[in-house]
């Protein structure tokens, strides 16, 4: 079970997204005619993740994961989450790992994660 919850993780990250879900929505202060702002950023994520084969990616994507990663990850925490792309697997490993340095890099992860979805779909 836990195999699939990070699994699940890393594809919401990664595999998410294209379509915009405010586009018939206005937000305040927006104009239904103002396209949905996602930010944007170049880094190893974004390569990473342009990289990868997964069918949802995308340069908008790619580039909003790393803008939130730039914001949450620092850039030694970032190299450890490009790990993730190539291998799912290390990113179990390091979850259930019972050091203390990969707990905190678990807990970022975590929010940034939490955050990218929020901010990137």
């Known amino acids: 079970m836990k195999h699939i919850v990070i699994l699940g993780m890393i594809v ?55 803008a939130v990663a730039d914001q949450h990850l620092s850039r030694g925490d970032q190299a450890r989450a490009v790990k993730f792309y190539r291998d799912p697997q290390s990113a179990q490993d390091i979850r259930q790992s019972s050091r203390e340095s990969d707990k905190r890099f678990w807990k970022s992860y975590s929010e940034y994660g939490t955050q990218a979805a929020r901010i990137c779909t």
């Open 12 to 66: 919401a990250l990664a595999g998410c997204g294209g379509a915009n879900r405010f586009k018939d929505r206005p937000q305040r202060g927006v104009s239904a005619a103002t396209p949905f702002y996602a930010p944007s950023a170049s880094g190893p994520l974004r390569s990473a993740c342009l990289a990868s084969d997964r069918k949802a990616r995308s340069d908008r994507l790619c580039g909003c994961i790393q």
